[in-house]
């Protein structure tokens, strides 16, 4: 494996499972990120980690919890999740926050709410 | 302002024309300008990217253009071709070594007719 996965590629859940998406990259990065794509919205960053240490939270409620083991895993845990939640769920890695500039993003886990 | 403003929101060339995509931002801070390139089913991939103090980098079919005056800045393909048939991002770089994040526009989806 190379770059940057993500597992799920898809899940569906309703408002009141509890399910983990996961993240690896083997690019030797220490920053680690979560991003939620729209439709035809701007990619809105909600977790960032540099170095296994939140540095960022962007006012992401709590139904979704972040977890970072090792600069290499990245887990989003969520529950209780509402309709508008579903989305594509990116992660990104770059060599870390200092050079947060280049950052390399895996596939997203499509994910629907019902 | 971190907000960066993208247009079109969608676009179709005939293959062997230009495609020009334009972003305009707010935020004198920005430093460092990057596109991404995003196929379905895949996360974004850096593309080109550009700093404030050029005015054009261009690496084969791909040019950005970049106008400090106007906060604006854009993406040129030449001789587009139905490969090049994704969604573009552009985005826009600031902050200090640890808090450095990209602020993302909305995305262009552009469809290179064959």
């Known amino acids: 494996e190379t770059g940057v996965t993500q597992t799920p590629r898809h899940l569906v859940m309703g408002m009141t499972n509890k399910k983990s998406l996961k993240c690896e990259q083997h690019l030797g990065h220490n920053a680690m990120y979560w991003y939620k794509q729209s439709a035809k919205k701007p990619l809105e960053l909600m977790f960032v980690?540099?170095?296994?240490?939140?540095?960022e939270n962007n006012s992401v409620p709590s139904r979704f919890s972040p977890e970072c083991p090792n600069s290499s895993h990245l887990f989003l845990h969520l529950h209780t999740l509402q309709p508008e939640d579903s989305a594509l769920y990116l992660c990104?890695?770059?060599?870390?926050?200092?050079?947060?500039?280049?950052?390399?993003f895996g596939p997203g886990t499509r994910l629907t709410v019902t | 302002q971190q907000q960066v403003k993208q247009s079109p929101q969608s676009l179709i060339v005939q293959k062997g024309g230009i495609s020009i995509i334009n972003c305009a931002y707010e935020n004198t801070a920005f430093d460092y300008f990057p596109w991404y390139q995003q196929f379905p089913g895949k996360g974004p991939a850096l593309l080109i990217a550009i700093r404030p103090d050029v005015s054009e980098k261009k690496e084969g079919r791909f040019t950005i253009s970049f106008n400090k005056s106007a906060k604006q800045f854009s993406l040129h393909i030449m001789d587009s071709q139905p490969g090049d048939s994704a969604t573009y991002f552009c985005?826009?770089?600031?902050?200090?070594?640890?808090?450095?994040?990209?602020?993302f526009g909305s995305g262009t989806q552009l469809t290179v007719l064959p």
């Open positions: 985005a826009a770089s600031s902050g200090p070594g640890s808090a450095r994040q990209l602020t």
């Open positions: 990104a890695s770059s060599q870390d926050r200092r050079q947060g500039r280049e950052q390399y």
């Open positions: 980690y540099n170095f296994k240490e939140q540095t």
